[in-house]
């Protein structure tokens, strides 16, 4: 249950119960934009495969908090140990990436402007947020090794090679 709260929590509420919400209360739903055959396909395609990566990244971020960090997701369990190892040596909060991802696939397979809406609104909340409160934490809690992880590591959009954790001076 530690666990399975803040997945339902947070990333369920946001990915799948406000976009019900919205599709319900727009009825604005387009899988295929109205395209004529064959480029109808290519905007669910698209959309899942958007969709699948931000799975990928939040299984991913989700394991390595409970193995690595010994923590969850939620800010009321966080990790207890930084984790700067798997796909985090490429981007420093692959959770918000992949929730990006969802909901931006989630906007291109249903061909709903509302949700691109909810996308936007969500990276705006997340644009002040992150450095503004969760950044500061970290830099609290795990000090020098969180600021040189910063410096080297991207926020969102991952960097092309790994960070090499061994050029890490603290």
């Not at 966080?78 to 990436?97: A, T």
């Not at 080297?152 to 991952?158: A, D, K, L, S």
Request: proline share 8%; aromatic share 10%; with cysteine.
């Amino acid at each position: 249950m530690r666990y399975v709260v803040p997945i339902l929590a947070l990333p369920f509420t946001v990915t799948i119960l406000i976009p019900a919400l919205i599709l319900n209360a727009n009825k604005s739903i387009a899988i295929g934009w109205r395209l004529s055959a064959p480029l109808n396909s290519l905007p669910p395609i698209v959309g899942a495969g958007v969709i699948a990566l931000g799975l990928a990244l939040m299984v991913m971020t989700i394991s390595l908090f409970a193995t690595v960090g010994k923590g969850t997701l939620a800010p009321w369990d966080p990790p207890r140990h930084l984790v700067i190892s798997g796909v985090y040596r490429h981007v420093r909060n692959p959770m918000i990436s992949g929730v990006f991802c969802i909901l931006l696939g989630e906007a291109i397979l249903f061909g709903a402007f509302a949700l691109l809406v909810w996308f936007g609104a969500f990276v705006l909340i997340n644009a002040i947020y992150t450095p503004l409160v969760e950044e500061r934490t970290l830099e609290k809690r795990f000090g020098e090794e969180y600021r040189a992880y910063k410096q080297n590591v991207p926020r969102w959009i991952p960097r092309v090679n790994a960070w090499d954790t061994n050029t890490m001076s603290l």
